[in-house]
C-alpha cells in the first residue's frame, strides 16, 4: 500500500535526524535544531549539544519542550541564555500568549531563571517584556523591580502593571530611606522618577514620593498629568515651589488648581506663565483679579527696570572697550571681575569679544546650559579655566551639570559648540 504525503514526509525527516545525529557536524545539528518539525525529544537531547551554536538554535527554536527551555535558561553560555531570553520575550508580546496549564510551572521556573541571571542584557531583555506585557506573577515582577541595575528595573518601575500599589510604595520607601542615608542617592532618585512617570500614580504614592523631598521626582510628578496629587499636596508644593524654578511651569500646567494654589504661583512665576494662569477657565473672579493686578505692576516695573538696565548695560560695554582697547579684556581681568560681583561687565566683556550682543550673552546665562556657557567663553577666547568658573560663578549651573575644564582642554569640539551656539541664536527667534 502506498504510503500517504504525511507518511512520507515523517519518514524522510525521521531520517534525516538519525542521520545527523550519527554523522552531522556542527552546523548540520544547528540547522537541524531550528526546525520545527523536528520531534521535541530531539530537540531536548539537542539542548545538550557540546556546541554553543547548536544549544542557541534550541533556545529560539518555538517547538524547544518547556524542560529543555528550562535547562537552557541555565547554559553556562551567555549568548545562549540571551537567544532564550529573546524568544520568552517575543512570546510574551503575542496577543492572548499563555503558557498551557501543564507548563505554566516551568514556563515560570524559566522566567525566574533569566530573571535571576547573572547577565544584564539577559535580564533586562525580560524586563523590558514584563514592562510591556502584563499578566506575568507580581513576584517574578517585584523581582525585576528590585534589580540592582537601572537598565534592569526602571523599565519595570515605569511601566509594568503587574506591580501593586503595596509593592510600589514598599520600594519608594526603600530608595527615600537610602537617599537620607546617602546611599545610592542617584539610583533612588532614578527609580522613584520611574515610579512618579507612571501613567497613573494614586494619591497615596505622590504623598510618598513627594515625602522623599527630591526635587527632581516631585517635578516629574506635578509633569504627569496621570499623578493624582489632591488638593492640600498642590496648595503645599505651590507654597513650597518659589526657590524651585524647575517647578513653575508643570504646576500652572496641572488639570486643576485651587485658588489658593494659584495665588501662591502669582507671587513668583514668571511673565509668560502668568498668561498662562490669566488663560485659565477655572479661575474664579477674585482670582482672576489677582493674576490681572499682577501682571500690570510687572509690566510697569519692567519698563522702569529697562531703562536702568540699558543705562547699566551701556556703561559696562563702555568699560570692557576701555579694557579692550588696553589689551586688558581676558579670562583674568573679566575673572577678577566675576569675583568682585560686577557681573554686567563680566556679560559685557563676552559680549564684545564675542561679537554677540548682550541680549544673547543674558540668554546663554538664563538658560542655565552648561554646554551653553561652555560655548559662549570659547567663542569669546576665554581660558577653559575660566569657562569652568563661568559655569559655577556667573551661570550657577548646578556642580553635578557642570562640565568639567580641569584638564586644560574644553569638554565640546569645536563642531559641537558652534552647533550649540546657533542653537541657543535660534531659541530667541
Excluded: C
Amino acid at each position: 500500500m502506498a504510503k500517504s504525503a504525511g507518511e512520507a514526509k515523517r519518514t524522510s525527516v525521521s531520517a534525516e535526524v538519525k542521520r545527523v545525529l550519527e554523522t552531522g557536524d556542527e552546523a548540520d545539528r544547528a540547522a537541524l535544531a531550528v526546525r520545527g518539525d523536528v520531534p521535541p525529544e530531539v530537540l531536548y537531547f539537542l539542548a545538550g549539544d557540546s556546541s554553543a551554536k547548536v544549544r542557541s538554535a534550541v533556545a529560539g527554536n518555538l517547538a524547544t519542550p518547556a524542560q529543555a527551555d528550562l535547562n537552557l535558561s541555565r547554559d553556562p553560555d551567555e549568548s545562549v541564555r540571551f537567544v532564550l531570553a529573546r524568544k520568552i520575550a517575543a512570546f510574551l508580546a503575542r496577543p492572548g500568549s499563555a503558557p498551557s496549564p501543564d507548563q505554566a510551572r516551568l514556563f515560570n521556573e524559566t522566567l525566574g531563571a533569566l530573571i535571576g541571571d547573572r547577565a544584564v542584557a539577559v535580564r533586562r531583555i525580560i524586563a523590558v517584556a514584563a514592562a510591556a506585557h502584563p499578566g506575568l506573577p507580581s513576584d517574578l515582577v517585584y523581582r525585576l523591580a528590585e534589580d540592582e541595575d537601572d537598565a534592569v528595573a526602571i523599565p519595570v518601575l515605569q511601566d509594568s502593571p503587574d506591580l501593586t500599589e503595596a509593592q510600589l510604595a514598599a520600594l519608594v520607601a526603600r530608595y527615600a530611606e537610602a537617599q537620607q542615608r546617602a546611599d545610592d542617592a542617584r539610583q533612588g532618585e532614578a527609580r522613584m522618577m520611574a515610579v512618579a512617570g507612571r501613567k497613573v500614580v494614586s494619591m497615596d504614592l505622590v504623598a510618598r514620593l513627594v515625602e522623599s523631598d527630591d526635587d527632581k521626582v516631585i517635578e516629574t510628578v506635578i509633569e504627569n498629568d496621570g499623578a493624582e496629587i489632591s488638593e492640600d499636596t498642590l496648595e503645599d508644593l505651590a507654597e513650597r515651589a518659589e526657590t524651585k524654578p524647575t517647578w513653575h511651569a508643570p504646576l500652572v500646567s496641572r488639570p486643576r488648581l485651587s485658588s489658593k494654589a494659584v495665588l501662591s504661583l502669582v507671587r513668583y512665576v514668571a511673565e509668560g506663565l502668568l498668561r498662562a494662569l490669566r488663560g485659565r477657565e477655572d479661575l474664579d473672579a477674585h482670582t482672576l483679579s489677582v493674576v490681572e493686578q499682577e501682571m500690570k505692576t510687572r509690566l510697569s516695573r519692567s519698563i522702569s527696570g529697562s531703562r536702568a538696565a540699558e543705562d547699566d548695560d551701556e556703561k559696562a560695554m563702555t568699560r570692557a572697550a576701555e579694557l579692550l582697547a588696553k589689551g586688558r579684556l581676558d579670562s583674568e581681568e573679566l575673572s577678577e571681575a566675576l569675583m568682585n560681583g560686577d557681573e554686567t561687565l563680566v556679560a559685557a566683556g563676552l559680549a564684545i569679544l564675542s561679537d554677540y550682543n548682550m541680549a544673547f550673552v543674558r540668554h546663554v546665562r538664563a538658560t542655565k546650559s552648561a554646554k551653553g556657557v561652555v560655548s559662549l567663553a570659547w567663542k569669546a577666547g576665554m581660558t577653559p579655566r575660566f569657562a569652568g568658573q563661568l559655569q559655577a560663578t556667573w551661570a550657577h549651573i548646578p556642580r553635578a551639570q557642570i562640565l568639567p575644564t580641569t584638564d586644560g582642554t574644553f569638554p565640546l569640539s569645536k563642531d559641537a559648540m558652534e552647533w550649540h551656539l546657533e542653537f541657543l541664536e535660534d531659541m530667541r527667534e
